[in-house]
């Protein structure tokens, strides 16, 4: 019998009804689904930075780094955003980039550099919070490098070398010992940087330390805008010596400086004046005799006179970022810790060093608002943004990238921890794939971070060389990612950080093979898939272990070097060299031990990818270069990549992209 159709209204009506019901749920299904992080979405991340506070403690002023695709380009904007997190305002619009932006201490205004206007040099521009345009309030003809409000806000402290900027190139007549350094490139007497004063009504420029023999920095106000302290180095030939001295010089010209301290440390100093008006503070390194691997510990000088006094002479751990309580009866700082970095803070009067927050984060950087403070935080799901740090509790204020990361799944991140082969213990990262399935054999990238004083920790950062971002893409394509806070790295105290002093690519080594096992023992690692690779140090160590061990299928080497000796001269590290190896006439058989990559290099059997910058004076291209010619002779498949006017750390963000892509195909070609 066949059957009739019989309509019905109902049964219509409750037909589309599903139907429009089940393309709804269908749409919202699709837009909930993640994706896996791809090098658009690296590109698309905002780095937050340089966190500066009001006087009354109210917005916190800070900058944002963008790609700017169409012009392949980075550019930074000045953004405010209140203590309580409703309003979050970009203040400036330039045509190039605004950086440091500094509170008046009045309230009225905000200044910053800036290169808009296509200008040559960086200029102090300056806002009305009031109302009204930004406007250029400097035109001088030097590059500023950055400056300071008196606490009055009627004067500048201006730091820039009293070279002019030529547009015509001049013969570079080499007059210092150490004259490279990346980014500035070749450093003459001509270009040492001096502090000059600037009269905010009359626009009137004077400068204040005048001494060609030396370079002068980090200048702080005194409380009452009368004085400024300063860092210099006054030794016979500053060039080689790792020491900073501490002056404080009358705020007006041809005023005559007194030195107040000589601190020893490699590292950037940072110099801060109480707002009693009472003590310097500053940073110390452990010993000149431990050079780079020296970890800086905190100390104060009274301002009269008297005995400096270090802190944390009993605290076994790098402190950076001091800053004092309005009161001045504290100092907070920021600790490397084992994977993390936490705000801490200690007595003016000595004792314990007490832990801020609790939690395991990593805390960027730090400004003083009023009684409380503003932090820079990420972690290993958020780049860094700016929190309001309330006692132990962290509150967010800003949201630069939450957008994009909603749309993605990232991979876990997990801590490690195994044996090297002398029964040290050491603690790293894996990063698994989004989709990871356990029991199941992945293909594994050994990351290795730079430095070697760095450390892999638990953030994302979304700076100029994003090195969790690229662990976590190599994830999103698959791969294990390990990365291992080798012998070398900070975090674990100054005997685990100076470990490898004089010796370098051996207890490294050890140490990341040590982690490749353990992957491979505990069934997560395909032995027959195994890929290293690193940036800087990372690079270097990437020839250390491949010209060691034979197992892996694949290396990228980017920024590296393996003929140590060659180094010598050729690039920033000349008074390390010296007081770490030696001279190459006096420690031949020490050059020769640490460069044996190089003349070992017939143990390669790893096809490799060297990468670097063509303008590189930190890890010059050389390097590279000297790799891949050996492997070219010796039949080993490798490939070289020079990015033109391309520093240390790469700034055109086509470049970066485009390393990235040549990583993936890289590693895809022999892993997959």
Same mark, same amino acid.
């Given at each position: ?50 966190? &500066? ?15 700017? %695709? ?7 904007? %000045? ?12 203040? !400036? ?36 919070? +009031? ?8 035109? %001088? ?15 500048? %402290? ?10 015509? *190139? ?15 490139? @070749?450093?003459?007497?001509?270009? +040492? ?40 180095? &006054? ?8 020491? $900073?001295?501490?002056?404080?010089? $009358? ?5 005559? *400086? ?7 440390? *490699? ?20 010993? =000149?005799?431990?050079?780079?691997? =020296? ?8 301002? =009269? ?13 790098m402190v950076s970022d001091p800053q004092f309580t309005a009161d001045s009866k504290f100092l907070t700082f920021l600790v490397a810790e084992d994977r993390v970095q936490y705000p801490a803070r200690i007595s003016v009067n000595g004792g314990n060093v007490e832990r801020i927050v609790k939690e ?58 195994? !044996? ?5 213990q050491v603690h790293g990262l894996m990063i698994k794939p989004p989709n990871y399935e356990s029991g199941k054999k992945y293909p594994m990238i050994l990351w290795i971070h730079g430095g070697p004083n760095g450390q892999d920790d638990h953030s994302l950062l979304a700076d100029l060389y994003p ?22 790295? !900070? ?57 060691? $061990? ?24 000349i008074l390390q060299y010296n007081n770490e190896i030696g001279t190459p006439w006096k420690s031949l058989d020490t050059w020769m031990k640490v460069s044996y990559p190089f003349f070992h290099a017939d143990r390669i059997k790893t096809p490799t990818l060297f990468l670097g910058g063509q303008k ?15 492997? +070219? ?9 020079? @990015? ?8 055109? *963000? ?19």
């Amino acid at each position: 019998m066949r059957l009739r159709w019989i309509f019905n209204p109902c049964i219509v009506l409750i037909l589309l009804s599903l139907i429009i019901l089940t393309g709804a749920t269908n749409l919202f299904a699709q837009s909930a689904t993640k994706h896996f992080l791809s090098i658009d979405d690296i590109s698309k991340l905002q780095n937050v930075e340089d966190p &500066h506070c009001s006087p009354d403690g109210q917005w916190i002023a800070y900058t944002v780094t963008i790609n700017d %695709v169409e012009a392949d380009k980075r550019r930074s904007s %000045v953004w405010m955003v209140s203590w309580d997190g409703k309003q979050d305002l970009r203040i !400036s619009y330039g045509n190039g980039s605004d950086s440091s932006p500094r509170f008046s201490p009045d309230g009225k205004y905000i200044a910053f550099l800036s290169d808009r206007s296509d200008a040559k040099q960086s200029q102090i521009w300056v806002l009305d919070r +009031r109302g009204g345009e930004a406007h250029a309030l400097t035109k %001088v003809k030097q590059d500023i490098d950055s400056f300071e409000w008196s606490p009055d806000s009627k004067q500048l %402290v201006l730091v820039m070398s009293d070279e002019e900027q030529s547009d015509k *190139p001049k013969p570079i007549v080499i007059d210092r010992y150490k004259f490279k350094q990346d980014i500035e490139g @070749y450093v003459t007497v001509a270009s +040492r940087k001096h502090l000059y004063l600037f009269d905010v009504e009359n626009q009137k420029l004077e400068a204040l330390t005048t001494d060609k023999n030396f370079d002068d920095k980090n200048p702080v106000w005194s409380p009452d805008s009368k004085r400024i302290a300063y860092i210099t180095n &006054h030794a016979q030939d500053p060039d080689q010596t790792f020491t $900073d001295d501490i002056f404080v010089i $009358d705020a007006q010209s041809g005023a005559t *400086p007194q030195k107040v301290a000589t601190v020893f440390t *490699p590292n950037d100093q940072h110099l801060l004046w109480s707002p009693d008006g009472r003590l310097l503070a500053y940073l110390v390194g452990t010993g =000149a005799q431990d050079f780079s691997y =020296a970890q800086d510990k905190l100390a104060i000088v009274p301002v =009269a006179g008297g005995s400096p006094r270090v802190l944390t002479e009993k605290f076994d751990g790098m402190v950076s970022d001091p800053q004092f309580t309005a009161d001045s009866k504290f100092l907070t700082f920021l600790v490397a810790e084992d994977r993390v970095q936490y705000p801490a803070r200690i007595s003016v009067n000595g004792g314990n060093v007490e832990r801020i927050v609790k939690e395991g984060v990593v805390i960027i950087d730090q400004a003083r608002c009023g009684n409380q403070f503003a932090v820079l935080s990420s972690s290993d799901t958020s780049p860094a943004e700016v929190y309001a740090m309330e006692g132990a509790t962290l509150r967010k204020l800003t949201a630069h990238n939450d957008a994009v990361l909603s749309q993605v799944q990232l991979g876990t991140v997990e801590n490690t921890s195994f !044996s090297s082969k002398d029964g040290t213990q050491v603690h790293g990262l894996m990063i698994k794939p989004p989709n990871y399935e356990s029991g199941k054999k992945y293909p594994m990238i050994l990351w290795i971070h730079g430095g070697p004083n760095g450390q892999d920790d638990h953030s994302l950062l979304a700076d100029l060389y994003p090195l969790q971002l690229e662990r976590q893409l190599f994830a999103a394509n698959g791969y294990v990612v390990l990365a291992i806070n080798y012998r070398g790295s !900070s975090g674990r105290g100054f005997a685990y950080s100076r470990a490898i002093f004089a010796d370098w690519g051996h207890k490294e080594v050890d140490d990341l093979l040590a982690g490749v096992d353990d992957a491979i023992k505990k069934g997560i690692a395909d032995p027959q898939r195994l890929g290293i690779g690193g940036w800087s140090y990372g690079g270097i160590l990437t020839d250390y272990t491949i010209a060691s $061990d034979t197992r892996f299928k694949a290396a990228a080497s980017g920024a590296g070097s393996a003929n140590q000796i060659s180094m010598y001269g050729s690039d920033q590290y000349i008074l390390q060299y010296n007081n770490e190896i030696g001279t190459p006439w006096k420690s031949l058989d020490t050059w020769m031990k640490v460069s044996y990559p190089f003349f070992h290099a017939d143990r390669i059997k790893t096809p490799t990818l060297f990468l670097g910058g063509q303008k590189d004076f930190n890890v010059p291209i050389i390097g590279g270069e000297q790799m891949y010619e050996s492997l +070219r002779t010796l039949g080993i498949p490798t490939q070289l990549v020079i @990015y033109p006017e391309q520093f240390h750390i790469f700034t055109r *963000p086509s470049f970066i992209r485009e390393r990235q892509q040549r990583w993936l195909d890289w590693f895809a070609k022999y892993l997959k």
